[in-house]
């Protein structure tokens, strides 16, 4: 199982010289095997994979949806693929008490906001619901529960029946309570996390910034950390770094919460960096 960072930026895409270290795509990740390649979250992130080609060394293609906010949707109209009329995709993600999955996508592809409909669209496109559920995607096992992040938000644990990566990318584990972490049964995001050999996850603020933007449905660097502590997991991965965090001010909040204080592996997520578990 191969992991591969193609967007590793919250909020809003900040490309440039302060950002050439850690990236400044925003969210999209991949995980593949020889035939099966999953897309998780379609930020700008997904226009750089466009763009290599990535996805034509793969049978299948299967896109999974956190949630929809824009910065989690912003590359699926240049996904060259949507306009392949020989090529297959499955679209999931979240439903929502007021419209259905494809009726909210369809508000963003669509004017004023974008130019092409998603009826343009000229590949064997199949959306689907999920909840909390457990499903199978080719040779992985999905499973997918809600994390507490503003609108119906998804957290995904994928694995191979070897290894298993967690992505929760947009989550507010402490909110409502004065001391995180809490018990395990009532950790948001515990379930998805536990165990898992590779855990990608929110870790947006400062420990001062939270105090200013709580309820927001963001995670300090030391949230995250103390989340993957209580699931026992084998590798954090930083992730959703926050566009006014510039390389130099990420390195610095990692050493301050970081350096030599947890008994698991933890990195800041690299912008075309790829692991294989």
């Known amino acids: 199982m191969k992991i591969t960072f193609w967007g590793t930026r919250g909020s809003i895409a900040t490309v440039g010289a302060q950002t050439q270290v850690y990236g400044g795509n925003t969210s999209c990740v991949t995980v593949s095997d020889d035939d099966t390649l999953l897309i998780l979250d379609a930020g700008s992130g997904l ?54 999955l494809k009726m909210r996508l369809n508000r963003y592809l669509s004017p004023p906001l974008f130019p092409v409909r998603m009826r343009d669209f000229n590949c064997k496109l199949h959306i689907h619901e999920v909840t909390k559920d457990k499903f199978s995607i080719e040779g992985f096992e999905v499973t997918s ?29 402490a909110l409502g309570v004065s001391k995180f972490p809490i018990e395990a049964e009532w950790t948001s995001g515990y379930g998805l996390a536990k165990s898992a050999d590779l855990l990608i996850h929110d870790s947006s603020y400062s420990d001062d910034e939270y105090s200013l933007r709580q309820g927001w449905g963001h ?41 030599g204080q947890w008994d698991f592996e933890v990195h800041l997520a690299i912008e075309n960096s790829v692991i294989d578990l």
């Open 47 to 100: 226009r750089v994979l466009a763009s290599q080609g990535y996805y034509k060394r793969f049978k299948h293609v299967h896109i999974l949806l956190t949630h929809l906010h824009i910065d989690h949707i912003q590359g699926l109209g240049f996904f060259n693929l949507f306009f392949d009329p020989e090529a297959e995709i499955h679209l999931w993600g979240p439903p929502s008490a007021n419209a259905s």
């Open 145 to 173: 529960n809600f994390v507490l992040h503003p609108g119906p938000t998804l957290g995904f644990r994928i694995s191979d029946g070897k290894k298993a990566v967690t992505f929760i990318p947009d989550h507010e584990p």
């Open 219 to 259: 995670s300090t660097m030391r949230h995250a950390l103390l989340l993957a502590e209580l699931a026992q997991v084998k590798r954090l991965e930083l992730f959703h770094h926050d566009p006014s965090h510039d390389d130099d001010e990420l390195l610095k909040l990692f050493h301050q919460n970081v350096d």
